[in-house]
């Protein structure tokens, strides 16, 4: 089970980009299937995008084209770049693993023990 430490995030203007960061320890991101979620106040969480143990991504049909989810695997880290950002976007962003390896609508990672999830980074994008 990794140790997921999240970055980046803030406030910023319709149309602009952010860069999210999740740093694991415990072991290589390379190994797992990870993903990025997101809840907005009074809203369901919803995933966002994953990244396959294979490196190849999948996202939600709502960031299709405006974000893209990396990895560093040197590094050990996990990104997501979010571009063209919509007051929609607004929300707390998590990443998490295991996560589903190829990107399905309703499909969220467990709260088991088995399971690792960021602290959380909110995303405000004003109007």
């Known amino acids: 089970r990794l140790e997921l430490v999240q970055s980046g995030g803030g406030s910023v203007q319709n149309g602009g980009s952010l860069r999210l960061s999740c740093a694991a320890t415990?072991?290589?991101?390379?190994?797992?299937?990870m993903g990025w979620f997101r809840q907005a106040p009074g809203k369901e969480m919803e995933g966002v995008a994953t990244m396959h143990s294979d490196g190849s991504p999948s996202y939600s049909d709502a960031v299709k084209g405006r974000f893209a989810v990396s990895r560093d695997t040197t590094a050990n880290i996990l990104y997501l770049e979010m571009n063209d950002l919509k007051p929609e976007d607004t929300a707390m962003y998590y990443c998490a693993e295991p996560a589903p390896c190829r990107y399905v609508p309703g499909v969220l990672p467990g709260r088991g023990e088995s399971n690792s999830w960021g602290q959380g980074t909110q995303v405000t994008v004003s109007t």
């Open positions: 415990g072991g290589y991101i390379s190994e797992y299937c």
